[in-house]
């Protein structure tokens, strides 16, 4: 069974810094684009983080560029995604998904989703 599961959410200050994790099962991430979206209440889904099937190549959403970064660790099959400077803004329910389209997939649609880590920024 094909799993993507998401971790490392909580609770941070203002400035503060989180890393989120991505692990699979059931298959192996390295030839998968891999994206990182979010979910505001009340607000339509976002993507905010991308990395590339073909060469790690990174992609980022205005609003998280400078701040978060992407990245893949064969080794250990996870995505990461290490967001610093956080703000109240950046809240929201956290969501990683995988393609098999080549590439960057600068999209919505993706064939695997996880279930979502909540991240709040508050003081």
């Known amino acids: 069974q094909l799993q993507l599961v998401e971790s490392g959410g909580g609770l941070a200050q203002p400035g503060g810094s989180l890393r989120l994790s991505c692990a699979a099962s059931?298959?192996?991430?390295?030839?998968?684009?891999i994206g990182w979206f979010r979910q505001a209440p009340g607000k339509e889904r976002e993507g905010v983080a991308y990395?590339?099937?073909?060469?790690?190549?990174?992609y980022y959403a205005d609003s998280v560029r400078g701040r978060f970064t992407i990245s893949r660790d064969k080794s250990k099959n996870t995505v990461f995604l290490q967001m610093n400077s956080l703000k109240p803004e950046d809240t929201a329910v956290y969501y990683c998904?995988?393609?098999?389209?080549?590439?960057?997939?600068?999209?919505?649609?993706?064939?695997?989703w996880g279930q979502g880590t909540q991240v709040t920024v508050s003081s």
């Open positions: 059931g298959f192996s991430l390295d030839s998968y684009a």
């Open positions: 998904a995988a393609d098999q389209r080549y590439g960057l997939v600068i999209s919505g649609t993706y064939d695997y």
């Open positions: 990395i590339s099937s073909a060469d790690d190549a990174t």
